[in-house]
Each structure stands twice: as C-alpha cells, then as structure tokens.
C-alpha cells in the first residue's frame, strides 16, 4: 500500500473526521499511484492519519477508515454488515410490503464512492469512484454473504458515474446471477423498476416517505406530478383517493414508464393521464388562479426536478431556475391548494432553496404558509461529519 504525506496543518479536517482528502493539501507521494489504488494518508512527519482510494481530481482521497487496517474481504463485510443491521433496525429492510431502500449511501454509510439500492431480491450497484470500481467483485461477493437468501442477484450500473478521463471501459451488466422480474414492491404498490436504461440506479428511492405524504393528502384533489419520470407520486396520489392524476415529463420514455407503473397497480383507471411536454409549457396551459376556465386547475401539485445545480458555479442559474418555476405554479393555483416542491441539488443548501421559494411567492403574489420541510428518508443517512451529504430539500406549502 503506498503513502501520501500531507502539507503541515492539512490534517486537521481529517482529524474530525471529514473524508474527503482534497488535492491540495497533498504534499508527495511514496511511490507511483494508479487511480483506484487503495493508500494510507500521513501527516508531514509521517504520523498516520486515515486510508483511502486514490483518485484525479480536486478529491484526491475518499477516506474508507480512519484505522490503520487492510482493505479486504472482511473489511467490505463489517462496512456491509453494519449498513444491512441499520437498514433492519430501522424498519425500511426485511418487511413483506416493501422490498425497496438504499442499502448503502456513501460517506453516509462510511463507503464514500459506493450506492446500492435493493429492489426486492436484486441489488444495483454503482460505483461513483475508480476505487470502489476495482473492488466491485469483491464488494458484491461480500454483500452476497451479508444478505444471504435475501439476494439473488447484483447488478453493476457504473457506466455514467465513472470519471470519464478513466477510460475503463465500463459496461453496465450482472455480477451475481441475474433475472428478467423488473417489478419492486414500495409500501404495498408495485414498480417497474428499469436499472438497465433508467436514472440513477433505476428508481428514486430517497422520495419514498415523501410519496407516503402525497397520498395522505390526495383524497379528492386533482394532482400534477411535474417530472414524474416512473410515476411515484402519481401512483400513491391515486392509492391516496385523488380525483384526477396528470403526469408530466420532457421524455416520452418516463411518460410510458409512468403509464405502465400506474396500469401496474389500477388496471384500467381513468383517473390518470400522462403527457410528454415540456415542464414549463405544461405550466403556461394551465388557467391563472384569477381565472374562472373551465379547464382543469390541480389543487396539489408536486415539482420535483431534476439536479439544476450538479456544481457550485451553477448555483446562481440554479437558484434562477427554482424561483422561475415555482412561481409559474403558484400562479396557476387556485386559493387551498398544496405544492410538494423539491431540490435534489447538492450545491444549493436549504436557505437558498427557501429564498428562491420566498420570491417565487412574491413574484406570484401568493400568500403561502410552509407545512412540512421536508428531506431524504433514513436509509439516505448524513454522516455528521460530513454535512454535504444532506442533498434532498422540501417543502409542503399551502397557497392562499
């Protein structure tokens, strides 16, 4: 295992424990480094720190353990170990209604560089580090072992979350066995579940408690489910009693998607439609508030977007985007109604969310009260220190 020595005084961060080793605080480096290798980070005097995966970029080490032990097959199955117990412990693992959750999420779980969803008995794999791709095999050996029966199979997804400057030539594919069954119970409904061609690892799992807080309140309303991509919100506003369900989405993909899940779970229900348009334009077809058409205004609208931030120098055009599209749908909305509204943007932190929501409200001239705030579910953990890991933002609110 090589070394890293660090610049004087560069340790102090990994001394409380945050685990990420910036480029810039590198020194030298013991010998030549593959990326992906596994090293051991020291002080400039050479006393030790931590051990982690070595990669290009401002990252320069995601930090595995702060111990001074081997990387290896144990090691991947009491960091395996300890996520399964928790996921267990809390409810979200092992119940026959749900066989939906994040296994493994990161710094969260003290695996930086690694996600892993569970759909009933397969599991998604990705890799977001060179590092945690070279110990794919092992990863998913180990995980195999920890579950046991409750896991038949692992898919590997990595293609799109791989550094690209890599080259590694990775193709998305099976690890352990395999299966043709795509459908994944959450909370009793059923889902499509597309980890072959799909966003993310083929579900977005960390809106699960927030799609039970649609259903609770959409008993008789007329529901918009902006971005809807599989339909989630969609299906649980129709197990929740809504009046009416629309689902909007740019792509013709997660329009289909979204039909097939709801025909999954209300065959033949008429309360639902879909359409392939985009957001904004969706938006402007909608009466204002102010008017009395007969066209449908909804009565609980959901705007959950994807990312408009992936990088801190997007955060001003991102914040732009927030208010724009908030304040089109507190226009369109009629005096009682609710908006779910989100931001899966890491980079853009609560406050600035809620600033954007704020003058979204006032460009739409809307009196507006805040019900829930609302976040990432449990099985989404932040580790404490490490605070950006709290990336998913809300808001219930109720417009007046």
Not at 69 to 96: N, Q, T
Request: net charge neutral; glycine share 8%.
């Amino acid at each position: 295992m090589k070394t890293i020595y660090l610049n004087k005084g560069k340790d102090e961060s990994l001394r409380r424990y945050h685990p990420w080793v910036f480029s810039g605080a590198v020194k030298q480096i013991d010998g030549k480094l593959n990326e992906g290798d596994t090293v051991r980070v020291v002080t400039s005097d050479g006393s030790f720190v931590a051990v982690g995966h070595w990669q290009i970029g401002s990252i320069a080490v995601r930090v595995l353990s702060f111990m001074d032990e081997a990387i290896d097959y144990a090691f991947w199955g009491r960091r395996l170990r300890s996520a399964y117990d928790m996921r267990l412990a809390i409810g979200v693992a092992g119940k026959s209604n749900n066989g939906t959750y994040r296994l493994v999420h990161g710094e969260g779980d003290n695996l930086p560089g690694l996600v892993i969803d569970v759909y009933g008995k397969t599991a998604v794999m990705q890799a977001h580090s060179v590092g945690m791709h070279v110990c794919r095999q092992t990863i998913a050996q180990a995980l195999k072992e920890v579950m046991g029966d409750a896991l038949e199979s692992v898919y590997y997804k990595s293609e799109t979350t791989l550094p690209f400057k890599a080259e590694l030539g990775q193709e998305n594919g099976f690890i352990i066995g395999s299966t043709l069954d795509d459908v994944a119970v959450e909370n009793g409904l059923r889902f499509h579940i597309d980890w072959l061609r799909g966003q993310k690892t083929g579900f977005f799992v960390d809106q699960r408690d927030n799609r039970s807080l649609v259903e609770q309140y959409s008993k008789g309303k007329k529901v918009l489910n902006m971005f809807c991509y599989t339909g989630g919100f969609s299906v649980y506003a129709m197990r929740g009693g809504a009046q009416l369900v629309h689902s909007v989405d740019s792509s013709q993909k997660a329009v289909d998607l979204a039909n097939a899940n709801v025909e999954l779970n209300f065959p033949g229900d008429s309360r639902h439609q879909a359409f392939a348009e985009d957001a904004f334009k969706f938006l402007d077809s909608i009466p204002s508030a102010s008017t009395t058409s007969p066209l449908t205004s909804y009565d609980l609208v959901i705007l959950d977007p994807p990312a408009f931030a992936k990088h801190r120098d997007a955060v001003r055009h991102a914040i732009k985007g927030y208010t724009k599209l908030n304040a089109r749908a507190m226009e369109k909305m009629p005096s009682g109604s609710l908006l779910f509204t989100f931001s899966c943007s890491q980079a853009i932190s609560k406050e600035q969310f809620r600033m954007a929501v704020f003058t979204a409200a006032t460009l739409a001239k809307r009196n507006v009260r805040i019900l829930h705030q609302l976040h990432q579910p449990a099985d989404h953990p932040v580790n404490i220190y490490h605070p950006e890991g709290e990336y998913l933002k809300g808001l219930v609110l109720y417009i007046e």
